[in-house]
Each structure stands twice: as C-alpha cells, then as structure tokens.
C-alpha cells in the first residue's frame, strides 16, 4: 500500500486486502483512501474477519477512514473475545463507518472496536450484533475515550449489552454520540451504554427499543460511580423483571445524572422510573422525564426507588404513571431526599400513590404536584403515604399540591396517609373518596404532626371527611397527633363525622388553627371537627361559615363533643342547620365533654333540640363561656310545638336546648337569640344586648378572666384574646 506509515505520510488502505494486513503494523498510521467492501463471511471457513490487534498485541497506531465506509463486514465468532474491525485499541481511530456489518463474539463485543483503551472520534457503526458479555454496536468496552459517533442497528446479547457501547468503565468518557439501535440482553442493558463504571457520558442520546431483563435502561442499563450529563433517551423500554428506568436502569455508588431527560414509554414489574428504576446513594438533578410508565410495584414517573443517601432537586415529570401499588408522579418509593421538583402528569395506581411520591420515608421539600391521582387506598395528590422505617422521620415541607385526587380510603390533597410531619405546605384542587378523606390529610397517624398549612380544597366523601384532616388518631393508641398554626378554606361535603377542619379527632390535639368553610353532612358535622372524642384537644380555634347536616348533631365548631374531650378557648361565626341537636358552637356535649372559655356568634336552627351554644349536653360540662347567635326551633309554632311550649318542656334555649349536665359561668344574649328560655341555665344569665357589649359587658360578665383570656371590645361582644391572634395568623 501506498504511503511510508508516518503521521505525515500514512499508508492509504484501498482495498480489503490491504485493510486486512494492519495486522502487520499495528503501531502505525493509517488512512482509508477509498469506500471498501469488506464481504468477509467465507474469510477462515466461516469465521470471517479476524480482529485487528488483541489483548497480546493492541493496536497503538493511528486510523483515518477519511469519511470513508466500510460495509458488509462479517464475523463470526461465538467462543471468541474483543472482537470487531479492531479487537484491542490503544491507538486513535476517526472518521469511520462500518456499514451492514454483521459481527458476533462471546466478550467484549463490537463493530468497530471489541476492547477500546484508545480514542474514537466521528465514528459509525450500523448493523447486526450478537454477543455473550460487554456488547455494543460500536464497542465493546470502552476504556478510553468515544466522540461524535453514530450507531444503528440491532444488539442481541447477555450481560453489559449497549446500543453503542457494552461497558463503559474505568474513567472512560463518551461525548457527543448517538445511538439509534434495537437493543436486546438480560443484565445490565442500555440503548446507548449497558454498564457505565467511575466513567462519564457527556451531551449524548439513544433513540430506540430496548428489552431485556434486570437493570434496563433508555440510555444506561446499570450506572455505578459514574457520570451522566445533559444526555437524552426516547422510545420504549421494555422488562419481564426489574429495575428498569427510561434513561438508566440502576443510578447508585456517587452517581451522578445532570441536566439529563428521558422521554420513553417504560413497561416492567419493580422499581420502574421514566428516567432511573433505582436511585441509590446517587444525585438527580435539574433532570426530567415523560412518558407511560406502568409496572407493578414501586413505579415512578422520574425514579422507581431512591435510597435513604439519594438526592433528587430540580427535577420535572409530566405523562402517566399507572401501577398496581407504590406509585408516584416523580418518585414510586423515597427514602432520600427530594427538592424543588415538580409533577405534571396522571398517576394511577390501587394502593400508596401520589402525585408527586407514592410512599415517603424521608423528605420532600419546595415540591409540586398539578395533575390527576387516582387510587383506593393510602393517595395523595403529593405523597400517597409516609411511612417510618428505621428510624427515619420523612418530612413534607414547604410544598403544594393542585392534584384532583380520588380515591376511597385515606385520601388527602397532599398526604393521603401522614405518620410524621407535613409543615408549611398546601393543597387545592378537588378531592373525592370515602372514608378519611380530608383537603390535605386523609389520615393523620398518631404521633404525627401537620403545621403551618392550608387546604383550599372541594372535599367529597362519605365517612371521616375534613377539609383539613379526614381523620386524627387511631383507636386505643396513646400518642398524640397534632394540628397547629394550619387552616381550612375548603368546602366540604360528606356523610357523617364531617368537618371544616378535621372530620374525626380521636385522642389528638387541634389548636391555634382554623376553618372558613362551607361544610355539608348527614350527621356528627362541625364548622371546624366533626366527631372530637378520646380526650381529644381542641384549643385556640375558630370557625366561620355555614355548616348544615341533614340528620343531627351539627355545631359551628363542633358537631359531637364526647369521652373525656376538651374544647377551650374556641369560637365559631356563622350558621348552623341541622334537624336535631344543633348549637352555635357544639351540637351534643356529652359523656365528660367539657367546653371551657368559648364563645359562638352563629345562627342556629333546627327542628329539634338547639341551642345558641350548644344543642344537648348529656354528662358533660359547660364552663365560662357566652352564645350571641340566633336561634330557631323549626316548627315551633306548630301544634305539637305549643303543646311542648305550654308544658314547658320545648327542647331550645338561648345557650342549651337539653341538658343533662353542668353549666356554670355561662351566658346567652336574650334579644339576639331571642329566648328567654334555657336548658341549662336559670334566667338570670341571659342578658340583654347592651350589657354584653363595649365596658358595660366587664361589669355584666364580671366573672370571666378579662386579665389572661378575654378581651372587651367596644360596641361589640367580648372576644378571646388568643382567637385575634388566630385570625390574624400571629401566634408564633
């Protein structure tokens, strides 16, 4: 051949022959003078092409295909390793393509290059290649360094199995290359690269379908200390097992992927995500994915699962999620860390599912979540369930959902099941199911806590609805969940145990928060709890609005006070409809319930048993406080209504319509409600307008703590100095 085999004077191969006698001189420089057809199938009685250089003698020189091809290259290999045009390089090789090419080894399998040490720029690679271990389109195993290259093609083969490169590994780079390949294995498989080791790959993509077994991958089937930056992958992913991921399938050890995007359909049994199946010990970032991603069980629309040491911040999923349980938005099943990150898709599963993270065990913070959950039990419009495991104490921190939300039981418009901590976060949107459904918790645990939150939420259910909080606490656990700082702006609409605020507080403490709500049910309804039972606490609360149930027992605060319960320092505005057992501020007070320093401004009515604070008290208790609402038995003037009347024995008064228990230091406007009757009261405490406003009510209600506890205000009723406060949002 032509040329002295110098960089300044190359051999120039023109011709299959002299293509095939690099062997001879595997240190020097070569040039492709022309386009070579390199029809080898007959070469060695079948065999083909035999690889230049290998592990004993690598090829160091230099080869320049001058933009030339080389097509319908045959090996034919099946016990062999580092197979390809090259077998071993340690040279530089550009500006090549092998075309048609049709090559199968064992190990270390490709095209181009079976074991490249060297470097590989403007290269390309299309055909059919089939492999054992380390196979790619273009190389084997890439040790060294891969640019501006092209595949396309079909790869058949077993473990570390790319569309462009098998194994990428020790501190090996890829940048600025393409693989557009049907790609085939069972271990380790990714359209671009099956297994990335303490390497990098850098403003690269995969464009394809890839199908395999375990840790599958759009882009990268296993990445392990490596380095995925600002890289793509669409298509479709495809497993009959798990851990597989629209761009990689397994991100762990210090793995880094940044500024990447996957945009596959993914379909595989567990731990599935649109970008990583498996998240461990690793960071995504400023990353994203869309999609249809279904499977089975910790399935998500960015990361299937992500260790107790993973960190996702910055990232965006939009498309489907759809899984049978542990199903997220972004996140199927987070034990790390999420933040700044955001979902805008539909996400459907049967149990544990969120917009944004199936199930929580660790944080997530300044997250959203806009689209469709749909679930039976345990959703969220953010988080599906946060759950504790090993001492872990998952948070939801600053973050807000606008999901519609259904589901049918612990439903919440941001948590569907909270066991720790959601704390200055929201939630808006509509949200349906039920039992303990509520407009941002559905269920909240014992021991667990909401914070310095809002709902402002459509809240439908059947059983436990809040516009909050579904339901609080659990039957005979002894910790103690809690409600503070947090408020309600949603309407509600449920069967019974409906509230405002929380439909059912069982054990559990509610205080300094509030509810502006228009809330609807059949019975046991309040403008801020519904059912308060247990030695539940409610403290430093209000609520205004309209609460209305079609059967009994509504209040303005709290429909059922009972079993040791305790409402201090409370108030209600607004007004209160019910048949029977309505109260401005309680509807039935019994069975040691005990009301202290509260105060209802609403306007009651019913057709049975209602009173302007509390509609029937049974075994419970009544102390310092002060009813200033309307009051109306329905049907009082009719004939069964007189009768009572005459009898004495109609069941409404100005504070109590029944009572069965103490009331003491109490009282009711006359002209306001206007009775001058009471159940609980003797006549005494009923006063006109005038003495229970502006200074002349310091006189009037002269036993009440005006020091600590209320506050005179004038041309108006007295107020609790702790409920200007709550109104204002002050209380640190």
């Known amino acids: 051949m032509d040329g002295s085999g110098t960089e300044s004077d190359p051999y120039v191969v023109t011709d299959l022959q002299e293509l095939d006698a690099i062997r001879d001189d595997l240190s020097a420089t070569y040039r492709l003078g022309t386009d070579i057809d390199a029809a080898t199938a007959d070469w060695n009685d079948g065999d083909g092409f035999t690889p230049l250089g290998s592990g004993e003698i690598a090829f160091t020189g230099s080869f320049d295909g001058g933009g030339h091809e080389i097509s319908g290259l045959v090996i034919d290999q099946l016990d062999a390793e580092e197979v390809g045009l090259f077998g071993v390089n340690k040279g530089r090789i550009e500006n090549i393509a092998i075309v048609d090419a049709a090559v199968t080894g064992k190990k270390r399998v490709g095209c181009l290059v079976g074991h490249n040490h060297g470097k590989i720029v403007d290269a390309e690679a ?226 544990t599912v969120g917009g944004l993270v199936g199930e929580n065990l660790g944080t997530v913070t300044e997250c959203t979540a806009d689209g469709t959950v749909t679930g039976e039990e345990s959703v969220g419009g953010l988080v599906g369930k946060t759950s504790i495991n090993f001492g872990s104490e998952p948070k939801v921190v600053d973050s807000a959902s606008e999901s519609e939300v259904e589901g049918e039981k612990n439903v919440g418009g941001l948590v569907g099941w909270n066991t720790e901590t959601v704390d200055c976060s929201t939630a808006s949107g509509t ?74 507080n069982r054990g559990c403490t509610i205080k300094r928060s509030s509810a502006t709500a228009e809330v609807i049910g059949e019975q046991c309804v309040g403008g801020l709890v519904g059912l308060n039972r247990d030695h539940g606490t409610v403290t430093a609360a209000i609520a205004t609005g309209t609460t209305a149930a079609e059967g009994e027992n509504a209040g303005g605060l709290v429909g059922v006070n009972r079993l040791g319960a305790e409402v201090t320092e409370t108030a209600a505005e607004g007004s209160v409809v019910c048949s029977q057992n309505g109260g401005g501020l309680v509807g039935h007070n019994k069975e040691d319930g005990l009301i202290t320093n509260s105060v209802a401004r609403s306007d009651v009515s019913a057709a049975y048993t209602v009173g302007g604070f509390v509609g029937s008290i049974s075994n419970a208790e009544v102390r310092s406080s002060l009813a200033v609402g309307t009051v109306t038995l329905r049907g009082s003037g009719s004939i069964i209504g007189k009768i009572l009347s005459l009898f004495g024995k109609l069941p409404v008064g100005g504070f109590a319509g029944r009572s069965n228990g103490a009331v003491q230091t109490s009282f009711w406007d006359v002209e306001q409600s206007g009775w001058e009757r009471d159940a609980a009261l003797a006549r005494e405490y009923g006063c006109s307008n005038a003495e229970l406003q502006g200074e002349t009510a310091r006189e009037t209600l002269s036993e009440l703590n005006f020091d600590r506890r209320w506050a005179i205000r004038d041309d108006d009723y007295p107020q609790l100095q702790i409920i200007q406060k709550v109104r204002t949002h002050s209380i640190p």
């Not at 093609?153 to 390949?181: E, K, L, M, P, Y």
């Not at 809002?454 to 579904?470: N, Q, Y």
């Not at 949603?490 to 439909?503: D, I, M, N, Q, R």
């Open 431 to 504: 949200v349906s199911g039920e039992q303990r459904v509520g407009g941002l918790v559905g269920f909240l645990q014992t021991d667990a806590e909401v914070a310095n939150s809002t709902a402002d939420a459509t809240v439908t259910g059947m059983k436990f609805v809040g516009g909050l909080v579904g339901a609080m606490g659990l039957r005979g656990d002894t910790g103690d969940a809690r409600i503070h700082h947090s408020r309600s702006e949603s309407t509600v609409k449920g069967g019974e145990y409906v509230g405002g605020l929380v439909g059912t």
């Open 126 to 351: 299309t055909g059919r290649l089939t492999g054992e271990v380390a196979c790619g389109l273009l190389v084997g195993t890439n040790r060294g360094h891969v640019s501006d290259s092209l595949t396309e093609g079909t790869v058949d083969g077993g473990q570390s199995v790319g569309g462009f490169i098998g194994a990428n590994a020790a501190d090996a780079t890829i940048r600025t290359s393409r693989s557009r390949s049907k790609t085939e294995g069972e271990n380790h498989v990714g359209g671009l690269v099956g297994l990335n080791q303490e390497s990098e790959i850098q403003a690269s993509r995969a464009d394809g379908e890839v199908d395999g077994g375990e840790r599958i991958g759009g882009l990268v089937g296993y990445n392990t200390d490596g380095r995925i930056i600002s890289c793509q992958a669409s298509g479709s992913v495809f497993s009959r097992d798990d851990y597989v991921g629209g761009l990689v399938g397994v991100t762990i050890s210090d793995s880094v992927i940044r500024q990447s995007t996957a945009d596959a359909d993914v379909e595989a049994n567990e731990y599935v995500g649109g970008l990583a199946g498996t998240h461990e010990g690793s960071v995504v970032t400023d990353s994203s994915a869309s999609g249809e991603i279904s499977g089975d069980e910790s399935v998500g629309g960015l990361v299937g699962f992500g260790d107790a040491d993973s960190l996702i911040e910055n990232s965006r999923t939009t498309g489907t999620v759809d899984a049978d349980q542990t199903v997220g938005g972004l996140v199927g099943s987070n034990h790390g860390t999420i933040s700044g990150s955001s979902v805008d898709g539909t996400c459907t599963g049967r149990k």
